[in-house]
């Protein structure tokens, strides 16, 4: 695998991540619909249509940033992500900024983003 493959797939798999926690949150968090697989990927498909670009956008340059300081490592990663993960819940719930289990939610997945972005990216190229 080239460094681009390497890095297309480490982008994918990241914005995987959270599309399928948030796919989990939404269905468990829902009452009036029955928790079943095809409902969770459901709403996992409609969040990798919103986690895709973000992570895109986020990765590529925060990945350019800390690759000039040599800064890539599982800790950095997992810190962006964290951090990544609770400014987009704050963009995506503007007026309300009080700190909620929500929130927490979305940093822990973003923080995975990290890592398994970190993960995918350090496999062996050939």
């Known amino acids: 695998m080239t460094r681009g493959q390497s890095e297309l797939m480490a982008i ?31 709403w996992a498909c409609l969040s990798f249509l919103v986690t895709l670009p973000i992570t895109a956008a986020v990765w590529g340059s925060a ?36 700190l909620s289990p929500g929130r927490l939610l979305w940093s822990g997945l973003g923080m995975l983003s990290g890592l398994t972005f970190w993960l995918v990216r350090k496999l062996p190229a050939k």
């Open 12 to 42: 994918l798999s990241a914005a995987l991540v959270p599309a399928f926690g948030l796919g989990v949150a939404q269905v468990l968090g829902d009452r009036t619909v029955e928790p079943d697989l095809g409902t969770i990927l459901a």
């Open 63 to 98: 990945v350019q940033l800390l690759d000039r300081f040599g800064w890539v490592n599982a800790f950095t990663a997992s810190l962006a992500g964290a951090s990544v993960g609770a400014l987009v819940s704050l963009a995506f719930t503007y007026p309300a900024l009080d």
